[in-house]
T-cell receptor, first 113, second 115 residues
Framework: AQKITQTQPGMFVQEKEAVTLDCTYD???????LFWYKQPSSGEMIFLIY????DEQNATEGRYSLNFQKARKSANLVISASQLGDSAMYFC??????????WGAGTKLIIKP | DSGVTQTPKHLITATGQRVTLRCSPR?????VYWYQQSLDQGLQFLIQ???????AKGNILERFSAQQFPDLHSELNLSSLELGDSALYFC??????????????FGEGSRLTVL
């Protein structure tokens, strides 16, 4: 069965440090996609970054990058130079063979000043 | 602002009651998805509509139903409410019938509290 696992329920990081949020996935599909979303305390879901399974380069969007290791089935989100506004829940999701998104349980990130 | 509008933002009701949540997708988007997020949980996919037709169904209870109207707005109906139905209900929209490499655009959610 397809599954997304986020093993870090919560993380504390000092402001300006880089942070890596872990995501592993399980699928037998050859073609799939991986997403990261941010959910601030206000509740809305904000798209951050996408990685396709055939993309040879790691995706980057500003301070966000996705460390995609296909053989290990991991798609970790790296946030460089963290800011107080990065405090939020972060969700990893995978597009399955039916083009629906399967979601991880999330990681709560708190940035300390 | 994602362009997806959900109403109401907050709703408090009693067990056994029925509520309707409404979603207006982004202009031009034909696909509407409904998700349920219980406290400290990830999102659970409920149902998807594309251009008025049901496209995919997830873990949606029989007490729940949805539809998409000709103007593409969608409604999620929750009936015989139970305490466990308390959750944040998200609507998301996309242009295509399937999620490609583009993102889903989420509304701000409707927070339902069942007392």
């Amino acid at each position: 069965a397809q599954k997304i696992t986020q093993t870090q329920p919560g993380m504390f990081v000092q402001e300006k440090e880089a942070v890596t949020l872990d995501c592993t996935y399980d699928t037998s599909d050859q073609s799939y996609g991986l997403f990261w979303y941010k959910q601030p305390s206000s509740g809305e879901m904000i798209f951050l970054i996408y990685q396709g399974s055939y993309d040879e380069q790691n995706a980057t969007e500003g301070r966000y990058s996705l460390n995609f290791q296909k053989a290990r089935k991991s798609a970790n989100l790296v946030i460089s130079a963290s800011q107080l506004g990065d405090s939020a829940m972060y969700f990893c999701a995978m597009k399955d063979s039916n083009y629906q998104l399967i979601w991880g349980a999330g990681t709560k990130l708190i940035i300390k000043p | 602002d994602s362009g997806v509008t959900q109403t109401p933002k907050h709703l408090i009701t009693a067990t056994g009651q029925r509520v309707t949540l409404r979603c207006s997708p982004r202009s031009g988007d034909l696909s509407v998805y409904w998700y349920q997020q219980s406290l400290d949980q990830g999102l659970q996919f409920l149902i998807q509509y594309y251009n008025g037709e049901e496209r995919a169904k997830g873990n949606i209870l029989e007490r729940f139903s949805a539809q998409q109207f000709p103007d593409l707005h969608s409604e999620l109906n929750l009936s015989s409410l139970e305490l466990g139905d308390s959750a944040l209900y998200f609507c998301a929209s996309s242009a295509l019938w399937r999620v490609s490499n583009g993102e889903l655009f989420f509304g701000e959610g409707s927070r339902l509290t069942v007392l």
